[in-house]
């Protein structure tokens, strides 16, 4: 009879250390929950709706400045680059008018013959 209370009493251990440990919290439990701070009420929530439309409208129009800034800063650019691109073919084609204009000059000179000395050799004939 002994060893039918040994285990009789090694059940009742386990069980009631089981319960135990299905009571307790796990992981440092005992904490209580943060309490939820309450919403806002209407008139706040009026509020803080006009307060977000007026600084919605605010960066609308600050936005539509910062466009229309760029888009006249890209004018003013493209208007540049194409004063710098007009002032660059005026000059090439005064360069090439100065270099046809040489080189109708250089063609209507007369050639020199002979380069001042006076011919040597065969099948000169002097008159």
């Keep these: 009879m002994g060893n039918a209370r040994i285990v009789s009493n090694k059940i009742w251990r386990t069980v009631v250390v089981?319960?135990?440990?299905?009571?307790?919290?796990?992981?440092?439990?005992?904490?209580?929950?943060?309490?939820?701070?309450?919403?806002?009420?209407?008139?706040?929530?009026?509020?803080?709706?006009?307060?977000?439309?007026?600084?919605?409208?605010?960066?609308?129009?600050?936005?539509?400045?910062?466009?229309?800034?760029?888009?006249?800063s890209a004018a003013a650019a493209k208007s540049a680059e194409e004063a710098r691109l007009l002032a660059e073919k005026a000059a090439d084609a005064a360069a090439k008018e100065a270099a046809d204009k040489a080189a109708a000059d250089e063609a209507a000179k007369k050639r020199p013959r002979g380069g001042g000395q006076k011919p040597v050799g065969r099948g000169f004939v002097l008159a």
């Design 18 to 72: 089981a319960g135990a440990m299905l009571g307790t919290p796990a992981c440092g439990g005992g904490k209580k929950p943060t309490p939820v701070a309450p919403g806002p009420t209407a008139e706040e929530q009026k509020a803080a709706d006009e307060q977000q439309k007026a600084a919605d409208e605010q960066k609308a129009a600050g936005d539509a400045a910062a466009a229309k800034a760029e888009a006249e």
